[in-house]
T-cell receptor, first 117, second 107 residues
Framework: DSGVTQTPKHLITATGQRVTLRCSPRSGDLSVYWYQQSLDQGLQFLIQYYNGEERAKGNILERFSAQQFPDLHSELNLSSLELGDSALYFC????????????????FGPGTRLTVL | GIQVEQSPPDLILQEGANSTLRCNFSDSVNNLQWFHQNPWGQLINLFYIPSGTKQNGRLSATTVATERYSLLYISSSQTTDSGVYFCAVVINNDMRFGAGTRLTVKP
């Protein structure tokens, strides 16, 4: 158990809908990362937040948005869903104290499997 | 954009064998990391290694940044080493993953 929790574990929805994925980081971690894993695109980094502020941005679609709240949990919002958005969405957290993106050991949650029908 | 290529795509080993996984990247990078995804889907961050060599038990990694490659060594492999190994490079606050090497260790 990494200490990172993600809810829900599974989500089935229809095209055009909007969903929210939730992530709670390990106690004491200030950084949260979101990743998408699909058969077509492989693993992709979406976005990183550090202590409530966006720190790094990857291949995140404009239909997707994220935020990190004062209690450090994070939410990934996916809107106008398309069939191609079906994927496993991982959240990871790290201490975030070492500075510089990608220098911290990341701890991953179990993922949320999104199916868009 | 930057290209990240991993080889081999698939590797089957007998328990106890050693293996070397390779990650080539097409441009200078700020950081490089190795990850393992077990057969149940759990991801684990193995190494942060922008250059040089690091060791953690039976696993070690070497990155030669000037030649744009990194190697992950697995010694005395165990069935629990099975899964997919990903390298990821960090450039300008973005992270790009390779397609992974799928390792199967047979008892």
């Amino acid at each position: 158990d990494s200490g990172v929790t993600q809810t829900p574990k599974h989500l089935i929805t229809a095209t055009g809908q909007r969903v929210t994925l939730r992530c709670s980081p390990r106690s004491g971690d200030l950084s949260v990362y979101w990743y998408q894993q699909s058969l077509d695109q492989g693993l992709q980094f979406l976005i990183q937040y550090y202590n409530g502020e966006e720190r790094a941005k990857g291949n995140i679609l404009e239909r997707f948005s994220a935020q990190q709240f004062p209690d450090l949990h994070s939410e990934l919002n996916l809107s106008s869903l398309e069939l191609g958005d079906s994927a496993l969405y991982f959240c990871a957290s790290s201490v975030g104290a070492s500075g510089g993106f990608g220098r911290d050991e990341q701890f991953f949650g179990p993922g949320t499997r999104l199916t868009v029908l | 954009g930057i290209q990240v290529e991993q080889s081999p795509p698939d590797l089957i080993l007998q328990e106890g064998a050693n293996s070397t996984l390779r990650c080539n990247f097409s441009d200078s990078v700020n950081n490089l990391q190795w990850f393992h995804q077990n057969p149940w889907g759990q991801l684990i961050n193995l190494f942060y290694i922008p250059s040089g060599t690091k060791q953690n038990g039976r696993l070690s990694a070497t990155t030669v940044a000037t030649e744009r490659y990194s190697l992950l060594y697995i010694s005395s492999s165990q069935t629990t080493d099975s899964g997919v190994y990903f390298c990821a490079v960090v450039i300008n606050n973005d992270m790009r993953f390779g397609a992974g090497t799928r390792l199967t260790v047979k008892p």
